[in-house]
């Protein structure tokens, strides 16, 4: 699904990804786990194609096609989400305007016809239900005054409209309570299928609990340091980090 | 000391007996020079330059044109059209039944006629600043017509009174100015639409239009201004208002720029517990130019007022915002807001805003707060990663921007119009960033 090879990146000459590979197969759940500041999050927005990062050598392709020559709408568009670790709130731009704004892209780019306005409601109102979001939250401004979990699932509901390929989970259980966390971690759970691969980003083996991967890996200056299976996490819990820069 | 235009007395005087107001208004203007760079309140404005530089065109519209101007979806309204100042009978409609209400200046009898010439001649001069309100004396000099609208006590007006002003090419060589008297007794209600429509083509107009609104104890005035006068218009439009005890006004001013766009809004809390209401949008594109300027004056305890304005700045347009608020030693427990926000679609647009507020009471409550901004890039990213294009998302932000205010536009159909003109002049404005010619 998803291939890294060799990637180095920088930002304002500060060289943040050295060589790093990653092989995702399809239906596949990878974990990245490390220490603050070892470019997890920056993993996230250079696969997306946030501006103002240079891939300086290496490669990313998504089922065998380069990313790195598109634009963040088109590689969104050729099936990678990526669920903020703070979503950006939107005033003014409704949450039901902005995803059927998102999802008409994306049916534009099969060469589907947009759905018309009802038939879209009706489809946000079913998938705010599976993620127990009052629809109530369409009608206001995109995580306009949402709660940290308010937002969460906001960007589970987005992942489900648009039914992507890869998705990335930058730290999506920070700023969430048990309780949310149960919602959002079976709520990415029920989208697990053959066809769709996840990267699930973060610093505690607690959201691990709840979104079993396949893979772990531990990130460190801006590669991978260690992979291993799910008991990689448990194993992290209780060394720690410290034993990276030894 | 600023520069000094010649003005040409109009060429027609029709109405004799405005005449005799035009020469003292004329008289008046002499004593003045239009503002040069140097002069506070036009600072950013080169009005003597935009009056000077009036395109010479000259065209003649047919009345089927005129009629289907400005005209408002779904709106059941008093329509009253105006062209080139003159009230026009033959293109208004649903006036009658309400002729105790709303006059038309040229038609008025004699005796009226002097009962009204007081108010014209003498009213606006409250607390004018001569400099900065030279267009109120401009439009005393240029005097042509207008609408007189006068409810009386614990009544009301139950349509929308939409004045349509139409601004031909011939209103260059010919200058002709409107005024609209809208008084509202006490605990008398009225909505008022002035809608300065734009011309097939974007031809060339000169426009000058003054509106002065006196509420007395509990009056309610929603009041609109639609200045869609189009990318070559020269136009000096105001709005003074005189507030009395919990008079309520609310007004809304839509600018969408032109060669040279000029709007003063004023209002005086004259008697406690009066509130007023102002929001409005600036929206130039390619290389117009809007100045709003508002004043609000609390003179007396218990009032507040409201102020938001925001702008959106594309291609290599200019905007002024002066925000004044001047809280008078008596004026205790006022409540005054003012926010004025700012997004910039170019590197080479431009906007001036200055709040000012003025305080000489100590029991007030008073904020006021203004930014100037490029678009969230943070936020174009993230709806980008969620599939939208570069300018579809532009688009949207943008619009997002303004849409809060449009939104509170409480006339439903008024809305409904504005949110298409809005949304082709931000297609217009972002196909423009995309292909810079």
């Not at chain 1, 993993?43 to 891939?55: A, N, T």
């Not at chain 2, 218990?302 to 291609?315: K, Q």
Request: proline share 4%; glycine share 8%; with cysteine.
């Amino acid at each position: 699904m998803l291939s890294i090879k060799n990637l180095h990146a920088k930002i304002d000459d500060k060289q943040i990804i050295n060589g790093l590979n990653l092989e995702i197969g399809p239906g596949e759940v990878h974990a990245i786990m490390g220490p603050n500041g070892a470019g997890k999050s920056t993993l996230s927005y250079i696969i997306s194609g946030r501006d103002g990062y240079e891939v300086t050598a290496g490669e990313i392709a998504l089922q065998g096609e380069s990313l790195l020559d598109k634009e963040a709408d088109e590689r969104a568009r050729a099936g990678v989400f990526l669920a903020f670790q703070y979503p950006i709130e939107i005033p003014g731009v409704t949450n039901m305007e902005f995803m059927k704004a998102a999802h008409d892209a994306h049916r534009k780019e099969r060469g589907e016809q947009p759905l018309d306005s009802i038939s879209f409601m009706k489809l946000a109102r079913e998938k705010c239900k599976e993620v127990n979001l009052d629809p109530d939250f369409l009608k206001r401004g995109v995580n306009d005054g949402f709660s940290g979990g308010e937002k969460k699932r906001n960007e589970l509901l987005q992942m489900m409209i648009l039914e992507p390929k890869l998705v990335i989970l930058d730290e999506t259980d920070s700023g969430l309570d048990i309780d949310a966390l149960q919602v959002v971690a079976d709520g990415v759970n029920a989208q697990r299928n053959p066809d769709r691969s996840f990267i699930v980003i973060t610093h505690y083996q607690r959201l691990l609990d709840y979104i079993v991967p396949d893979y772990v890996h531990v990130f460190s200056k801006g590669r991978i340091v260690r992979s291993g299976g799910k008991e990689l996490a448990k194993e992290l819990e209780q060394t720690g980090y410290g034993w990276i820069s030894e | 000391m600023g520069t000094t235009t010649t003005l040409t007395a109009p060429v027609a005087k029709t109405y004799d007996w405005l005449s005799a107001l035009r020469e003292q208004g004329l008289e008046k203007l002499a004593t003045l020079s239009w503002p040069g760079p140097k002069t506070e309140h036009w600072l950013h404005t080169p009005i003597s330059k935009a009056l000077a530089e009036l395109p010479e065109l000259s065209a003649e519209l047919n009345s089927e044109t005129v009629a289907a101007l400005g005209q408002i979806g779904g709106l059941d309204a008093i329509r009253l059209v105006f062209v080139d100042g003159r009230f026009q009978s033959d293109l208004s409609t649903g006036r009658s039944g309400y002729a105790g209400q709303l006059s038309i200046l040229s038609q008025l009898e004699t005796s009226a006629q002097e009962q009204l010439e007081h108010r014209l001649n003498t009213t606006f001069e409250r607390a004018l600043n001569k400099d900065q309100h030279i267009g109120a004396w401009q439009n005393l000099s240029l005097l042509s017509d207008g609408l007189v609208i006068r409810v009386a006590a614990d009544s009301q007006i139950d349509k929308p009174i939409h004045v349509v002003l139409v601004a031909t090419p011939n209103s260059r060589s010919e200058q002709q100015a409107t005024r609209i008297i809208c008084d509202l007794e006490r605990g008398a209600k009225a909505c008022l639409i002035e809608h300065q429509v734009v011309l097939p083509g974007g031809q060339g107009s000169f426009s000058n239009q003054l509106t002065e609104i006196e509420l007395e104890e509990g009056a309610v005035l929603d009041h609109y201004r639609l200045g869609l006068e189009g990318q070559s218009a020269v136009s000096l439009s105001a709005a003074h208002c005189a507030l009395g005890a919990h008079a309520r006004y609310q007004g809304f001013t839509l600018a969408l720029g032109g060669r040279c766009q000029r709007h003063d809004l004023v209002v005086h809390h004259l008697h406690g517990g009066s509130h007023c209401e102002l929001k409005g949008l600036y929206l130039p594109c390619d290389t117009e130019h809007v100045d709003v300027h508002s004043c609000i004056e609390h003179r007396l305890p218990n009032c507040t007022s409201n102020e938001v304005f925001r702008g959106i700045m594309a291609g290599k347009s200019t905007a002024v915002f002066n925000g004044r608020i001047h809280i008078h030693q008596d004026a205790q427990k006022t409540l005054a807001e003012l926010s004025n926000r700012n997004l910039l679609l170019s590197p080479d647009a431009e906007v001036y805003t200055k709040p000012e507020l003025e305080i000489y009471a100590d029991d007030v409550r008073c904020a006021h707060g203004a930014t100037v901004a490029q678009i969230d890039e943070l936020a174009l990213y993230y709806m980008q990663s969620r599939g939208i294009s570069r300018i579809d998302a532009e688009l949207m932000l943008s619009f997002g921007f303004i849409n809060e205010l449009v939104e509170k536009i409480e006339l439903e159909p008024l809305a409904q119009f504005l949110k298409p003109v809005l949304q082709s002049l931000f297609t217009r404005a972002a196909a423009a960033q995309e292909n810079p010619s």
